[in-house]
């Protein structure tokens, strides 16, 4: 892959940081962003823009501007609040065979997976936002299986039918609430038939406008649908759309490559590093394991140019955040210095001072 669709994909990612833009405009304008790590979903969001830190994303959450839900891939996304709705609708129904699957691997019966949507219901309608943990325990306390993986599959489920979304902190957890409570909406139904004709239009716009250039296997892959969904959501904006070759589209008039992109350090499961369908264009082959080891993982990377040079980690200590950047090969200085500029921007982020940067 060229260098030039790179740095255009790594533009419209915001890697570039080319406007303002607060937690909620950034999600916004990405659709979607994958957070079943929530520390790693809001240093997503600090490499994309300045002047926030990470209780500015816990206040989009608390008042609702943020909403966490199951969607797209089937794991947890953040999600502007007017593009809940219809993302579910759309995404939920090809999930929900996944999830009464999943519960029979975890020995959850479907009669009883239907009473615990019930309970949880119930408990949050009469105590308000609950935890997961406190959800767990009013689900085992009437008799059905709740530990392992039990209870995140029903938490999911009573997600997927819309009963239920992830809303505000509680100390470091984020608390489930109804939907009805938390966003003043009844729950979303899922769109089928012709109904989905212009909610796959809008993903298909939208997708493109945080991913552009891509092609239909990639929107598929990224929203979770299936391939013909994706080129039928493609086909119905085509006249939006400019032609660049090997099946790729981006928006037409879009901005232009945003020339040589600064170093970013992008954490675990980042937009950036989760877009497409293939890797290539931000690992180079030989490295691609030390960035996508498997098992589902996915480390945080170093990016020059919109290419991955590093895997990183951080960790408190002493009050304050030591940050260590493993490379692939030598760095300039000048590369080298801007990665240190990232980790101390990470540092404030998460309200402590770099205590270390360590380079090797």
């Given at each position: 892959?060229?260098?030039?669709?790179?740095?255009?994909?790594?533009?419209?990612?915001?890697?570039?940081?080319?406007?303002?833009?607060?937690?909620?405009?950034?999600?916004?304008?990405?659709?979607?962003?994958?957070?079943?790590?929530?520390?790693?979903?809001?240093?997503?969001?600090?490499?994309?823009?300045?002047?926030?830190?990470?209780?500015?994303?816990?206040?989009?959450?608390?008042?609702?501007?943020?909403?966490?839900?199951?969607?797209?891939?089937?794991?947890?996304?953040?999600?502007?609040?007017?593009?809940?709705?219809?993302?579910?609708?759309?995404?939920?129904?090809?999930?929900?065979?996944?999830?009464?699957?999943?519960?029979?691997?975890?020995?959850?019966?479907?009669?009883?997976?239907?009473?615990?949507?019930?309970?949880?219901?119930?408990?949050?309608?009469?105590?308000?936002?609950?935890?997961?943990?406190?959800?767990?325990?009013?689900?085992?306390?009437?008799?059905?299986?709740?530990?392992?993986?039990?209870?995140?599959?029903?938490?999911?489920?009573?997600?997927?039918?819309?009963?239920?979304?992830?809303?505000?902190?509680?100390?470091?957890?984020?608390?489930?609430?109804?939907?009805?409570?938390?966003?003043?909406?009844?729950?979303?139904?899922?769109?089928?038939?012709?109904?989905?004709?212009?909610?796959?239009?809008?993903?298909?716009?939208?997708?493109?406008?945080?991913?552009?250039?891509?092609?239909?296997?990639?929107?598929?892959?990224?929203?979770?649908?299936?391939?013909?969904?994706?080129?039928?959501?493609?086909?119905?904006?085509?006249?939006?759309?400019?032609?660049?070759?090997?099946?790729?589209?981006?928006?037409?008039?879009?901005?232009?490559?945003?020339?040589?992109?600064?170093?970013?350090?992008?954490?675990?499961?980042?937009?950036?590093?989760?877009?497409?369908?293939?890797?290539?264009?931000v690992v180079p082959g030989e490295h691609e394991r030390r960035v996508y080891p498997g098992g589902g993982l996915l480390r945080a990377a170093a990016v020059v140019d919109g290419l991955a040079v590093a895997t990183w980690s951080a960790r408190r200590e002493g009050g304050q955040l030591r940050v260590a950047v493993h490379t692939f090969e030598g760095l300039t200085r000048g590369v080298s210095e801007r990665l240190e500029a990232e980790a101390a921007d990470v540092a404030r982020y998460e309200g402590l001072p770099l205590g270390a940067f360590e380079l090797g």
């Amino acid at each position: 892959m060229n260098a030039s669709v790179r740095r255009r994909r790594a533009g419209a990612q915001l890697l570039d940081r080319p406007t303002e833009l607060g937690p909620s405009g950034i999600v916004r304008h990405l659709l979607a962003v994958q957070a079943q790590d929530l520390p790693s979903a809001r240093l997503a969001l600090r490499a994309r823009g300045e002047g926030f830190g990470r209780a500015d994303v816990d206040a989009a959450l608390g008042d609702a501007a943020l909403v966490t839900a199951w969607l797209c891939r089937g794991t947890l996304h953040l999600v502007g609040r007017e593009d809940y709705s219809w993302l579910l609708g759309l995404t939920a129904p090809r999930r929900l065979a996944n999830s009464r699957r999943r519960l029979g691997q975890e020995g959850v019966a479907p009669g009883d997976a239907e009473r615990a949507v019930r309970i949880i219901e119930s408990a949050l309608g009469e105590e308000g936002p609950l935890t997961r943990p406190e959800l767990a325990a009013r689900v085992a306390a009437k008799g059905i299986r709740s530990d392992g993986q039990a209870a995140p599959h029903l938490l999911a489920l009573a997600a997927l039918r819309g009963r239920v979304v992830l809303g505000p902190m509680r100390g470091e957890r984020q608390a489930f609430a109804l939907t009805r409570d938390w966003l003043g909406t009844d729950p979303p139904a899922q769109l089928t038939g012709d109904a989905r004709r212009p909610a796959l239009a809008e993903l298909a716009r939208r997708y493109l406008r945080g991913h552009a250039p891509a092609n239909a296997a990639d929107l598929s892959r990224w929203a979770g649908l299936a391939l013909g969904d994706a080129r039928a959501g493609l086909r119905a904006i085509g006249d939006e759309l400019e032609e660049l070759g090997d099946g790729l589209v981006e928006p037409a008039g879009r901005r232009s490559d945003p020339g040589r992109l600064p170093p970013r350090l992008l954490p675990a499961f980042d937009p950036y590093l989760l877009g497409w369908r293939e890797r290539a264009y931000v690992v180079p082959g030989e490295h691609e394991r030390r960035v996508y080891p498997g098992g589902g993982l996915l480390r945080a990377a170093a990016v020059v140019d919109g290419l991955a040079v590093a895997t990183w980690s951080a960790r408190r200590e002493g009050g304050q955040l030591r940050v260590a950047v493993h490379t692939f090969e030598g760095l300039t200085r000048g590369v080298s210095e801007r990665l240190e500029a990232e980790a101390a921007d990470v540092a404030r982020y998460e309200g402590l001072p770099l205590g270390a940067f360590e380079l090797g």
